[in-house]
């Protein structure tokens, strides 16, 4: 028996959804995916203003990383632009807590398929809130920064959510669960980075700016962990596990080399190891899954410092910025990327690479602000389309004790990719200005859309 994963044929109807609770489990996902995004994106319209404050009231810790980035740019032959630094910190700060997630999210993912993925689930959730917890009290760089490392370590509750997606039986639920897990991203960058903002600028006299959110944050992570006790079931069951932790954890240490990520190493050990022609659709699919989300960071991590810079953005018109990117992806999962049916995944991810590439010209070189809404718009569109459709092709591979790891490499893949792409971009940002930054990635997103073309049919093996 063989589906397809590649473009030359759509299915004209899908199977029908197993009626095994699947509809119940996705909602329940949503809805904790959601409330945890809601804490973690209210910091994005505050970044900027959060290293300004540390940099006026002369912290320590700060002022030495500004004082070496200025020796290097000295060293260097670079112009003195003090305001570009904040970009080099921001994208550092970014790569700091992806390196984190690089780390941790292959070992929770494969202690999960060992002991379950409820229990893992809520110990992730518990770190986020030592996490928030420590940004509410941190009144210097150094204890944001500890703040920052702690939350990296902890976000390993994305990867859970799309393993605990990939348990559903149905190739129609799974393509529907990634969907709304999308539609739970676009909701969140929607909605909290407004709240982000709206508290930023209700600060009382004599408090830190950032402290009401922050609090906020933290009784988010607190919901979130009352709402996973109570109501989110266990999706794999006790047959279906690893054998050991041990084995468990040496497919996890397998995801922490990238040779042996991009290769999907883990998932070749034991008797459930995919066929020839289906790994090497997941390393196609993993390698274009790691350049779109390295070229995609680079913007998202510059783009608050880019509308800040040259249109003097506050953190509220930050706060309605990432409402608008929000939103648009919020209609588009909702309307367009759920209804996806499984088989045109991939035709509907090379359609969405294509508009990236006028979307990241439009945003670098824009004069003004209509152009940099253009710009959005588009960049809005494709975002809601490609994560959740390549998640659910790949969500399709391995056996079901093998579910947590493929998702754990993807995403570990993702982190890697987002530890990167943030400092890179940054650095270029900061040696050649935002124009020759998005100039050049909009031209290496034609590398994953090459790569599409590779993709061949996949085999199902039962």
Excluded at 59 to 71: E, I, K, M, N, P
Excluded at 112 to 141: E, H, K, N
Excluded at 218 to 227: E, H, N, P, R, T
Aim: with cysteine; aromatic share 12%.
């Amino acid at each position: 028996m063989a589906i397809r994963t590649g473009e030359s044929s759509c299915p004209t109807k899908g199977k029908s959804e197993a009626e095994d609770g699947s509809g119940w489990v996705i909602t329940i996902v949503f809805l904790a995916l959601l409330i945890d995004l809601l804490g973690f994106t209210l910091i994005l319209p505050l970044l900027p203003s959060i290293l300004e404050y540390y940099s006026k009231n002369d912290d320590g810790f700060y002022l030495s990383l500004q004082h070496g980035v200025d020796w290097f740019a000295a060293v260097i032959g670079v112009p003195l632009e003090r305001k570009y630094n904040t970009v080099l910190f921001g994208g550092l700060i970014g790569s700091i807590f992806s390196i984190l997630q690089f780390f941790f999210s292959p070992l929770t993912g494969a202690a999960s398929d060992c002991l379950g993925r409820r229990p893992i689930m809520l110990l992730t959730v518990v770190g986020l809130i030592a996490s928030y917890a420590l940004w509410a009290i941190s009144r210097s760089f150094g204890i944001f920064l500890l703040s920052r490392v702690l939350g990296g370590i902890s976000k390993g509750n994305v990867s859970l959510s799309t393993a605990i997606i990939a348990d559903l039986h149905s190739p129609k639920a799974r393509s529907k669960g990634m969907a709304m897990i999308g539609v739970a991203f676009s909701l969140g960058f929607t909605v909290g980075p407004m709240i982000g903002a709206y508290l930023a600028m209700e600060t009382g006299k004599g408090e830190v700016f950032y402290l009401r959110s922050a609090l906020l944050a933290l009784m988010f992570a607190v919901a979130d962990l009352i709402f996973i006790f109570f109501l989110l079931p266990e999706t794999l069951p006790k047959e279906k596990r690893v054998s050991s932790m041990m084995c468990g954890f040496q497919a996890g240490i397998d995801l922490l080399s990238p040779l042996a990520l991009f290769q999907f190493s883990a998932v070749t050990r034991g008797k459930d190891s995919p066929s020839r022609e289906n790994l090497q659709n997941l390393k196609v699919l993993g390698l274009v899954y790691f350049l779109y989300l390295f070229l995609f960071s680079g913007l998202e991590y510059t783009l608050s410092f880019l509308t800040h810079q040259r249109f003097q953005f506050s953190s509220m018109q930050q706060g309605k910025m990432f409402f608008f990117i929000g939103m648009t992806m919020a209609v588009i999962q909702g309307g367009y990327t759920r209804r996806i049916r499984p088989g045109c995944e991939i035709k509907a991810v090379k359609r969405a690479i294509m508009l990236l590439i006028p979307a990241f010209l439009l945003i670098g070189w824009a004069g003004n602000v209509t152009v940099l809404s253009t710009g959005l718009l588009l960049y809005s569109f494709a975002a809601a389309i490609v994560v959740p459709c390549l998640s659910a092709v790949v969500s399709g591979y391995g056996s079901a004790s093998q579910k947590g790891t493929v998702m754990g490499i993807l995403r570990s893949l993702g982190a890697l990719a987002r530890a990167l792409g943030p400092i890179l971009s940054a650095a270029v940002y900061w040696l050649a200005g935002a124009e020759v930054c998005f100039t050049v990635c909009a031209v290496l997103f034609l590398l994953p859309l090459i790569l599409l073309g590779y993709i061949k049919q996949q085999t199902k093996e039962e």
